[in-house]
């Protein structure tokens, strides 16, 4: 039996590790707005699970890696008054995944979870996982969006005691992160309707200001990075932030308080 249950946590390890998820939130003059939920995992991943799903040998034609009924009610996740609006499937050459959209009418009232089990589909309900930014907006003088980084750390995970790795070991543990982390990616974008006309924010491109864009593809060759994070094992995006805020190639806002003024369109 213990033997299937760590067959089975290898398996979903492995989906997560595939998977490459951005949440955009465009943000109005009035604090109303649009979420845009983008989610990709490679091919090979993708056609495993529509023949899950679909319970045959082949994948049909319009199978799909989700269920409509599940992503209408990820709405309610977002915050009170935030709408399903659309999903699209969506692909490239080594990707496939959906695109869905929702509205919300008050910026303030959003729930934007950035805890990555949570992201992944992991006990997305569960308060103890809970990450979640705080939006406040004002409208005058000037529209001007401020968001607060949680502090809360999550729960500490019991775990067993256990020997230090030998060599063997760790080269292995090492082998399987690579494996695990390979085409993983988490981010997260604010985009204003408008001219940023002042903010703090250190990632800024054009309207858009991005909190962390992590890929952790970017440092599967740094094997000192990946022994520090077998071995302090971050629970959360805020340690996994701080673990990674100096591995090159990787986005990440220092500030945890980001303020951004901007003109309306």
Known sequence: MKKIHVLI???????????DVETRIFVNADGTGTIQETFL????????MKKGMG????????????????IRDKAAGYGRGVSFVSVEDIANTTHQGYRAVYSFGDVTK??????????????AGDPAQAENIIFRFAKKPVPTLTLVMPEKKGPAEKTETAQPADDAQLEQQIKQMRIIFDGMRFALVVQV???ITKTNAANVNGNAITLYDIEFSKFLDNTEKLKELNAKKPATM?????????????V??????????FKGK
């Open 9 to 19: 946590a290898s398996a979903l390890a492995m989906m997560i590790g595939c998977m």
């Open 41 to 48: 995992m490679k091919s090979e991943m993708a056609e495993g």
């Open 55 to 70: 319970a045959g040998e082949e994948a049909k034609p319009d199978a799909k890696i989700y269920k409509e009924q599940e």
């Open 110 to 123: 959003l729930t934007i979870n950035q805890n990555m089990k949570a992201k992944s589909g992991q006990n």
């Open 193 to 195: 309707n408008g001219e």
């Open 238 to 250: 805020e340690e996994t932030k701080a673990l990674l805020k100096d591995v090159p190639g990787l």
């Open 252 to 261: 990440i806002e220092p500030a945890k308080k980001v303020s951004v003024s």
